[in-house]
């Protein structure tokens, strides 16, 4: 098992109810695993930030379902600027 810092930002916060969490995975899981559980864990409003946001993995943004996850992912939903 690997443990992963979890960051959540925005409406991802929103969704968790926190800001970060640390979650065991076994090794070699992907973002893929890791949305899952997370949707798995908090629902649907957690589904729905998934589905526009994206994941920052050690630094490095991907929506890509496949990439494996190293010590640290943060969950971005979408941001709105000017």
């Known amino acids: 098992?690997?443990?992963?810092?979890?960051?959540?930002?925005?409406?991802?916060?929103?969704?968790?109810?926190?800001?970060?969490?640390?979650?065991?995975?076994?090794?070699?899981?992907?973002?893929?695993?890791l949305k899952r559980l997370l949707v798995e864990r908090y629902g649907d409003e957690m589904a729905r930030v998934f589905r526009s946001g994206s994941l920052l993995v050690d630094g490095r943004a991907t929506r890509d379902e496949h990439v494996p996850l190293g010590a640290r992912a943060d969950v971005l939903p979408p941001f709105a600027g000017g």
């Open 1 to 33: 098992m690997a443990d992963v810092l979890v960051r959540y930002f925005a409406a991802a916060a929103d969704a968790a109810g926190r800001e970060e969490e640390t979650v065991s995975l076994p090794e070699g899981a992907t973002t893929g695993d």
